[in-house]
């Protein structure tokens, strides 16, 4: 039983690189460029600490709407907003070795807890085709989220393993710059509940160990 | 060899992409009288929604989502009415039985829909309005589903007419409310003053475009199937062309290129993303 359980000793930091990161934007008309990135420490044979940043331009898009469509005299206008989020999420996770197959080595399955810290900056810019009046707003969010985590990793050389990874988090505090405006939803996850007070990080990473 | 192959492979490659990039700029929501298209979801976010259509539940997302409205399938009560529902008999549907036109509006509010989700029932029109913020800002269609069993089909049509002038005199939608119907309909419609534009549903022909013109209508509803050619002919006669409705990315580019003027789509969110005019801003319940 022991045996099944230990973590390969050859393994005692690892560097890794998140690389679904911009998977959910791929069919939108929208824009993201960022980059997790993921440092690991051995602490026991059977725990591991991981800190994790995931940094980058969120989301950048334009959202046009249009009014009155049938108005005879004045005719349509539009009001065009554009969006600009940038910022990072910084997420250090304790993980504790659950499952190791006799059978299979080289799989190993961590459960744990991590912490989401994450900093957005949120520009809009709008634009009334109406009056031509245009307005800029900049807005800051901190936010901070708790959950559980699991990971399961694949070792395929010494040096090299490949790790699919899901933390569920729950916010615990949020601080916004500006007041009445909605908070910025979770931009590092792949589902959101309506009040952005639970969200789901996925992330699928080849790691390089030593 | 590997080598030489690879780079033909990127070459391509990057050919096709510019080649897709310069197609999709290429893709215009303008109409033919210089407006832009109006993005209306069918019943709501489309057949393929997960949720009961013609419901609060499929509605209300479509006009979060950036929609300029939806369209939806209206039936009358015997009590006179506005209730959302597709089918003449509630049985296959709900947890009913029979016509809409039948039963009060009291018995038809306990309908519940056979969904996977709880708690779905048949909505009035009224409940969705009063449900909706900055209502006037969006805009609706409204397909008459006129049962034709019922006994005094005439009497029935007025009463459904007169139900859809008062609901958008109270709300103030006359101008926000599309009807979409057989060519009786409509002029039962102007006779009793209705000021809704007016939309017969009827395929795309020159036999269509006589009709819709001669009485004045505001255009033709038809299926993207029964376009043909006529869009621009249609066009040039004053009228406006509403097409449903795509289901899917490929179809709402094929129904944006022929320039008609209201969309109903069973695929809002693709057409809308195509277009910049999706809010992602809100999350889909």
């Known amino acids: 039983m022991a045996a099944r359980k230990s973590i390969d000793t050859s393994i005692n930091q690892a560097i890794k690189l998140d690389l679904a990161a911009s998977y959910f934007t791929i069919f939108d008309n929208r824009k993201q460029l960022r980059v997790g990135l993921q440092y690991e420490k051995k602490i026991t044979q059977q725990s591991i600490l991981n800190w994790n940043i995931d940094i980058g331009m969120y989301d950048h898009y334009s959202f046009i709407k249009y009014y009155d469509f049938f108005n005879q005299q004045q005719g349509l206008y539009s009001i065009e907003q554009k969006v600009l989020i940038t910022g990072f999420h910084l997420t250090p996770a304790y993980y504790t070795l659950i499952y190791q197959p006799h059978w299979l080595k080289p799989l190993k399955w961590f459960a744990g807890g991590g912490v989401d810290l994450s900093f957005y900056q949120k520009k809009i810019n709008d634009f009334n085709s109406q009056t031509n009046e245009q307005s800029f707003q900049k807005i800051y969010q901190a936010k901070i989220g708790m959950g559980p985590s699991l990971s399961a990793r694949y070792l395929i050389t010494k040096h090299f393993f490949v790790e699919l990874s899901s933390h569920f988090f729950m916010r615990i505090w949020k601080g916004i710059s500006e007041k009445n405006v909605a908070i910025i939803q979770s931009h590092n996850a792949h589902w959101t509940d309506i009040h952005n007070q639970f969200w789901w990080v996925t992330q699928l990473k080849i790691a390089y160990a030593w | ?29 303008d109409t033919y009288t210089g407006s832009k298209v109006m993005i209306l979801g069918h019943r709501g976010m489309g057949t393929g929604y997960y949720k009961p259509h013609n419901t609060l539940d499929a509605i209300l997302p479509v006009l979060g989502i950036g929609a300029d409205g939806s369209e939806m399938d209206i039936q009358l009560t015997k009590d006179s009415v506005l209730v959302l529902f597709h089918d003449y008999n509630l049985s296959p549907m709900t947890t009913c039985n029979g016509s809409i036109y039948q039963q009060n509006w009291e018995e038809v509010k306990q309908c519940k829909y056979y969904s996977l989700h709880n708690n779905v029932f048949v909505n009035s029109v009224e409940n969705l309005f009063s449900q909706i913020p900055n209502l006037t800002n969006m805009y609706f269609s409204f397909d008459s589903k006129i049962d034709g069993a019922a006994p005094d089909f005439q009497l029935y049509q007025k009463q459904f007419l007169r139900a859809i002038q008062r609901l958008c005199i109270k709300y103030q939608m006359s101008e926000h409310v599309m009807i979409e119907g057989d060519i009786n309909l409509l002029l039962q419609a102007q006779s009793l003053g209705l000021t809704n534009k007016l939309f ?6 020159l036999q269509s475009i006589e009709d819709a013109y001669n009485n004045h209508f505001a255009g033709i509803s038809a299926s993207i199937n029964s376009l043909g050619a006529q869009v621009p002919l249609a066009h040039q006669k004053g009228l406006l062309v509403m097409a449903w409705s795509p289901n899917n990315y490929s179809q709402n580019k094929e129904t944006l290129s022929r320039q008609v003027d209201i969309i109903q789509s069973d695929d809002p969110m693709s057409l809308l993303k195509l277009l910049n005019r999706y809010n992602y801003e809100y999350i889909i319940p």
């Open chain 2, 1 to 29: 060899m590997l080598g030489k192959n690879a780079f033909i492979y990127v070459v391509i490659s990057i050919g096709l992409l510019f080649t897709a990039c310069n197609k999709e700029a290429s893709l215009s929501d």
């Open chain 2, 200 to 205: 017969l549903s009827a395929d795309l022909s």
